[in-house]
């Protein structure tokens, strides 16, 4: 029988259809009620363990070629090592899953993302071996979905959500939030680790590309005394006010009009 909390999920997880950057996804995958989320082969499990183990550090040191990454905050996550919880983030650059991976700083991070990046040449193998599990678009692959979220966080793993659903390169502020995340949070009774990136002009005048920090905050705790739908709001509402207010004191590049000016064309 079908879980009615997991069918109204559905609407609040999937992203929005319209994206501001177009991929190449010539390949068209069925993400079905028949889709393993979570894979049962040794043999991937063992070459995904493999590549994790070497892409972890490796992250690390093209965050810091690439974008000079800098992250403030990680003690944060200290209470939470070993176990499961949720990040969020602000979806602002095509590689921002390897600025998150780098703070959280564990192999077990799950990240769950659109069904096109797994229909992307090359790209699509690598997503699907560093942890990518795709967001369906039906109510019936919803509810597999869900439970293989609900799985992984009992297992101690982490799960990440973009809550503002579509990737908007360096945009300058904190966009609205689905309530996704927040319900898995409550559902699972699990901290959300909220984190925001922002970006930054660059010390040397010969770097013309903005330097990327990455600013992990405080977990906000599902409040287990209040109705759900209430627990999933005042959890949501938290997030969203201790994100917008770092942003605001982050001294991040309040002018990006030429960067955003070239994906609105």
């Not at 293989?148 to 990440?160: E, F, I, K, N, T």
Request: positive net charge.
């Amino acid at each position: 029988m079908e879980n009615t909390n997991d069918l109204k999920l559905a609407e609040e997880v999937k992203p929005d259809e319209e994206h501001v950057v177009k991929m190449w996804t010539p390949y068209n995958i069925k993400v079905d009620e028949n889709y393993k989320f979570i894979s049962e082969s040794p043999v991937f499990n063992a070459v995904s363990g493999g590549l994790k183990a070497f892409a972890l550090p490796a992250l690390g040191v093209l965050n810091k070629l690439i974008f000079k990454l800098e992250i403030s905050g990680k003690k944060n996550l200290e209470p939470l090592e070993g176990k499961g919880y949720i990040t969020v983030c602000n979806h602002v650059n095509l590689l921002d899953c390897g600025m998150i991976a780098t703070a959280v700083g564990r192999r077990d991070i799950t990240f769950t993302t659109i069904k096109e990046n797994f229909e992307i040449p090359v790209v699509r193998i690598l997503v699907k071996l560093l942890g990518g599990i795709p967001i369906p678009r039906s109510q019936k692959a919803m509810v597999k979905f869900s439970e293989a979220v609900s799985a992984l966080l009992d297992g101690g793993h982490v799960v990440h959500f973009y809550p503002e659903a579509v990737l908007f390169p360096y945009y300058n502020g904190i966009r609205g939030f689905r309530r996704g995340a927040f319900a898995y949070a409550v559902k699972n009774n699990v901290p959300v680790a909220p984190m925001i990136i922002t970006f930054h002009e660059p010390e040397s005048k010969l770097r013309k590309k903005p330097t990327a920090k990455i600013h992990v905050l405080e977990p906000v705790y599902p409040d287990s005394s209040l109705p759900e739908r209430e627990a999933i709001k005042e959890m949501k509402d938290k997030v969203t006010v201790s994100m917008q207010t770092a942003f605001d004191n982050s001294g991040s590049l309040k002018d990006n009009t030429a960067v955003l000016a070239k994906y609105k064309k």
